[in-house]
Nanobody, 119 residues
């Protein structure tokens, strides 16, 4: 059974930084496309960023480009999301997800970690 566990969320002031981690167990992490999503209160979950199995190819939603950076460590079965210059509108529950194929829906999801940015 594949499990994803996020950590690193918290409360930060606008302009600050946080680093989220997502540890994956029970699967073949190095073959997965990994993504981060977020869901703000009263809103639908939205895609934030994804990275391919090698870590070389990434895709960011426009609202986080230049501020967020995704990376992965295949030796540690972990994907990271470095978030800089945080804004109040970044406040959300952040979820990591894993996809076994290059396209299509994500197969596995974490439980989420809360990120709150105060103004």
């Amino acid at each position: 059974q594949v499990q994803l566990v996020e950590s690193g969320g918290g409360l930060v002031q606008a302009g600050g930084s946080l680093r989220l981690s997502c540890a994956v167990s029970g699967g073949t992490f190095s073959s997965y496309v990994m993504g981060w999503f977020r869901q703000a209160p009263g809103k639908e979950r939205e895609f934030v960023v994804r990275v391919d199995w090698s870590g070389s190819n990434t895709y960011y939603v426009d609202s986080v480009k230049g501020r967020f950076t995704i990376s992965r460590d295949n030796a540690k079965n972990t994907v990271f999301l470095q978030m800089n210059s945080l804004k109040p509108e970044d406040t959300a529950v952040y979820y990591c997800a894993a996809r076994r194929k290059n396209i299509g829906p994500y197969d596995y999801w974490g439980q989420g970690t809360q990120v709150s940015v105060s103004s």
